[in-house]
């Protein structure tokens, strides 16, 4: 079975994107078997007639030559805009396994869509058909068992909104608007981390439409192999439908603290960064802190005369009693030999919703973004020179570097028991490159590259965090994310989804 996708991308499109009507020729063929493939009963179907053979679809069908089509094959990384052959919205788990078994019937390769915000570009592509189970949205909490039924399309926030009514939370991003399976079956990182693991360690149940169009549990003991693969691969196997997680007990109300640092070089950023370093290695799994670099904004709460200057933010959240939460902050807030004075500083209490909500909106849809993380085994003096030198020279004023606090929780299972291989890290870098304008892609992508690269020349390193490894695919980019894990993923791969169809939504 062929997945290639032919290049529709035309040259004076600054976006690489391919036009509308190129695609729908393309995939004339295609899309006419899509129909009868939907249809499911065998009746032919008169397309010229009644031009209606979306409705024979259990949700909504949107191809190239609709009306909708730009707004339907929009993602949030501009970067990775693309012309997929349709856009499908089932609304049932059914419905997502006639998109699967179509995909079959058509050659169609398929990336599943959740909330659209792959960084890595994993929700589109040129000449597939694109899954979206954004408009499948349930929640239910069962606070006596402690565990959350998810629906694919549901938000972090949502999410949170729904366990934290019962004080209950599953660590889960840092975002809201972000959607909980994408984040989850990459990995994911968040504040709750250190204390209770990454998003897809407490996963203890996925249900997925496999290549075969049938729907299959994966838990720790039924169908381990998939159970093990999903939690950091998990698009390359399947569209999940259905997600348990296991849910632990929050404060009220959680410590946080955000201080703003003035740099003035290199120097500077990497004095603050050792003293962070030896500062986390003495702290509880409870507490979560990390740096990062930005430009001090024009705004109030600022100094006026320090706007567009470099300063390294400390960004601390403490997953436990708010007391002690503080008391562990506090070090944090105060780095500097000499006593810094913070250009900026927020510390309070606050509901574990609102934490949550503290950058959310911070990466505005359509803008581009290519990340790339480096997971680190210890963050040496090498790396923090290194890193504080990428810090000191951002290409541009979106462009940043964050040190991500790994160890606690994280290292507690080992680096072969999911998809995830960095469970040995003391930190991950992530080299976060944001930019508006299509002209400038090559040299912020360059950026990113570089400083990953660099890091790898210097440091032992474990893997990337797969929710932030770059937009490359193909074997070599797979070994770079995945490491020592690489070659059982590809076994199981094979297994379960031998001829590729789920190769749009994945490395694998």
């Not at 005369?305 to 902050?329: I, M, N, Q, S, Y």
Request: proline share 6%.
């Amino acid at each position: 079975m062929n997945q290639e996708s032919p290049d529709t991308t035309t040259g004076d499109d600054p976006f690489g994107r391919a036009d509308a009507a190129a695609v729908a020729r393309d995939h004339a063929e295609a899309l006419a078997a899509l129909a009868d493939a939907l249809d499911g009963d065998g009746t032919p179907v008169d397309r010229e007639a009644t031009g209606e053979w979306r409705t024979l679809f259990p949700g909504d069908v949107v191809t190239p030559d609709d009306d909708r089509y730009d707004e339907a094959r929009r993602v949030w990384n501009g970067l990775c805009e693309a012309a997929p052959a349709a856009v499908a919205y089932p609304t049932t788990a059914a419905g997502v396994a006639r998109v699967v078994e179509a995909a079959r019937e058509t050659g169609l390769g398929v990336a599943t869509r959740s909330g659209g915000h792959s960084s890595v570009g994993t929700s589109s592509g040129d000449g597939v058909l694109v899954c979206d189970v954004g408009t499948m949205q349930e929640v239910a909490v069962d606070p006596d068992a402690r565990t959350a039924t998810v629906d694919p399309g549901v938000t972090i926030g949502e999410l949170d909104a729904a366990t934290t009514a019962h004080g209950l939370a599953t660590p889960q991003g840092v975002a809201p608007e972000v959607g909980v399976t994408g984040l989850t079956l990459g990995g994911g990182t968040g504040y709750l981390s250190r204390a209770h693991g990454l998003a897809c360690d407490r996963l203890a149940q996925v249900d997925l439409i496999t290549a075969a169009g049938e729907r299959v549990t994966a838990t720790a003991d039924t169908n381990p192999d998939l159970f093990r693969a999903v939690r950091g691969a998990g698009g390359a196997f399947g569209v999940a439908v259905e997600l348990e997680f296991d849910l632990v007990s929050v404060p009220g109300e959680l410590a946080m603290c955000d201080t703003w640092f003035p740099v003035d070089g290199t120097d500077d950023v990497a004095a603050l960064l050792r003293e962070y370093r030896d500062l986390l290695r003495e702290a509880p799994r409870t507490t979560n802190v990390s740096p990062y670099v930005t430009r001090v904004p024009d705004e109030a709460g600022f100094p006026d005369d320090r706007a567009g200057d470099l300063a390294l933010c400390v960004l601390g959240v403490h997953g436990g009693d708010p007391d002690e939460g503080e008391r562990a902050l506090a070090p944090f807030r105060n780095l500097g030999a000499d006593g810094v004075d913070p250009l900026f500083e927020y510390a309070d209490r606050r509901p574990y919703v609102d934490v949550q909500a503290y950058l959310g909106g911070g990466s505005p849809a359509d803008d581009h973004y290519y990340w790339k993380s480096v997971a680190v085994e210890t963050f040496t003096d090498a790396l923090v020179d290194h890193t504080a030198e990428r810090m000191a020279a951002l290409p541009g004023d979106e462009d940043t570097v964050v040190v991500w606090p790994m160890g606690g929780a994280v290292a507690d299972l080992d680096a072969g028991a999911t998809a995830v291989p960095e469970r040995d890290a003391e930190v991950v870098l992530n080299f976060e490159a944001c930019w508006s304008e299509p002209t400038d892609d090559d040299a912020h992508r360059e950026w990113a590259r570089e400083s990953a690269d660099r890091a790898r020349d210097v440091g032992t390193v474990t893997g990337e965090l797969p929710n932030f490894s770059g937009t490359e695919r193909g074997d070599e980019a797979a070994r770079d994310v995945y490491a020592a894990n690489y070659e059982w993923l590809r076994e199981t791969k094979r297994r379960w989804d031998p001829d590729g169809v789920f190769t749009p939504s994945g490395r694998l």
